[in-house]
Nanobody, 129 residues
Framework: QVQLVESGGGSVQAGGSLRLSCVAS?????????????MGWFRQAPGKERERVAA???????GYADSVQGRFTISKDNAKNTLYLQMDSLKSEDTAMYYC??????????????????WGQGTQVTVSS
């Protein structure tokens, strides 16, 4: 079973930076691997719906929510089975639990959170103003 484990969350002041990591393990099929999956970062704040923050497909095409465009960068290291989210110029409204997720498909664009098969447990990000 594929497992995703996030790390890197914490508390930071507004304007600061954090780098989240997500290590994937348990891929056993040659037809379904970390490198062949669309990977995404989602977040959910208390009382709010889950929001897709960023996603990265196998061609390297990244997509971002308008609220984080220009501040967050998603990347991955296939050799390490690790997904990253670099978060700069953090704002108080970025406070949320952050989750990484994987689709059993190379492509991300146009697909909602319900299409992601694997999810991590989340890492908390708290930004104080």
């Amino acid at each position: 079973q594929v497992q995703l484990v996030e790390s890197g969350g914490g508390s930071v002041q507004a304007g600061g930076s954090l780098r989240l990591s997500c290590v994937a393990s348990g891929y056993t099929s040659s037809s379904n691997t970390f490198s062949s999956n669309c990977m995404g970062w989602f977040r959910q704040a208390p009382g709010k719906e889950r929001e897709r923050v960023a996603a990265l497909d196998v061609s390297g095409l990244a997509g971002y929510a308008d609220s984080v465009q220009g501040r967050f960068t998603i990347s991955k290291d296939n050799a390490k089975n690790t997904l990253y989210l670099q978060m700069d110029s953090l704002k108080s409204e970025d406070t949320a639990m952050y989750y990484c997720a994987a689709r059993q498909s190379p492509w991300c664009r146009g697909f909602g959170s319900e299409s992601y098969a694997y999810w991590g447990q989340g890492t908390q990000v708290t930004v104080s103003s």
